[in-house]
């Protein structure tokens, strides 16, 4: 199993709810901190930066010009150009497998250099890339890292209502493989810095942007591999913003609550083999390893691991129950050790996937592989399981640069539109977009300036 792929998870823990401030909470482990503290799967011997050539840089939206801090209408402003911008990111297609992240990191650097940010990339491999950007600050505080990846997954064009890479802007909504996860929140990210720069915000912190490939599938030239061959980048910082949290939406739009990740599962995937006699199909053995993964998978699926409250979920869950309406579901989240005692409360609670998933070590059947042939019996069969351990039971340690990490969202999603993270038609709506820049921007300017 790759390093990188261990360490990734996309069900992370929750942090508080509201208003909680990025200098207190909780000092734990969390996903970003291990991504940054691996060492890469692979050994490579560090690779310099190489030049992203200014003839390749395409025509980029205009830019909202600010004088002084943010007005009411820059937000709007500012909002469209994430927009426009997000719509040309999309269209670069970062499907992983193979990643190809070299183009989108070259266009990257074309948004940083209009507004005089000047960036690494570094290739450690042909087609793959990590850029990195920082923006000086007055060194009196350590660094803020804002952490995103290039890489998407699989999409597939037929189930969509667009496509995946056009990156349509339609009924309100940018449209696109990436627009949530996370293609969306590098472009807030990279404004968020950008306006503190053009708005001539003195800043106590340098601000650090790091985009990284292999997130999704985690081929050891990723964020482990700028540790591991550029600790001297990162080591310094104190701070760091990735993926992760939520921002939680009605159907009409009002945000209901703000979470932050300070914690997350470890992925811990496995891969179950069977093996039998091969033979035409036309003539069933008994010993069919088809039919016996199909056995142990069936008893793996209607299996329930045990319920376990860990302190993050335990300070998260209490502090849902002060917006929580239904009086029952208050009351179990208020004190959810005493309510997973209880078979009805247990079964009310983990009937939401969200929960479920927060309370217990989840296993996802994910991939069947055995013949490629109707009649054929294969004499081997296997599956792969996406396991997923809850903090303290992960089963192996990582090393900790010592950063404290945050997952934070920066747009207020509805349940329909989270459904597109991974899914099909993912999409994130204008406002969203405006109110995501807002938001990041005003928990970077809140940590980094002066």
Sequence with gaps: MRTERVARSNQGGWGWVG??????????????????????????????????????????????ELRGQPRVEDWQGLGAEAAALLSQYIRINTTNPPGNELQAARWLAAVLRRDGLESQIFEP????????????????ARPLILLNHMDVVLASPEFWRVDPF???IREGYVWGRGALDMKGEGIVELLSMVALKRAGVPL????IFLATADEEI?????????????????????FLLNEGGTIRADEAGHVEYVGVGTTEKSPFWLELTTHGTAGHGSRPTPDNPVHRLVRTLARIAAFQTPLVVTPTVERYFHDLAEIEVDSGRRAALANVRVAIQDSVAARRLTSD??????????ISITGLKASDKTNVIPPVASAVLD??????????????????????????????????VHGNDERVSLANLTFGVHFFYDIVARVAAR
Aim: with cysteine.
């Design 19 to 64: 208003g909680a401030g990025l200098d207190g909470g909780y000092r734990m482990t969390s996903r970003p901190v291990a991504l940054l503290a691996l060492l890469a799967a692979c050994a490579h011997n560090p690779v310099s930066p190489v030049p992203a050539p200014v003839a390749d840089a395409p025509a980029l939206p205009s830019r909202t």
């Design 387 to 420: 396991v997923r351990l809850l903090p303290g039971q992960a089963p192996e340690a990582f090393l900790a640069l010592g950063i404290v990490s945050y997952g934070v969202s920066p747009f207020p999603l509805n349940d329909a539109e989270g459904r597109g």
């Design 353 to 362: 996937l969200t929960f479920n998933a927060l309370l217990r070590n989840t």
């Design 125 to 140: 491999v042909p087609g793959k890339a990590n850029l990195y950007a920082r923006l000086k600050g007055d060194g009196s």
């Design 218 to 238: 985690g081929a050891g030239v990723g964020a482990g591999w700028m540790v591991e061959q550029h600790p001297e980048l990162l080591r310094d910082a104190e």
């Design 166 to 168: 056009a990156g349509a």
């Design 204 to 207: 106590r912190r340098d601000i």
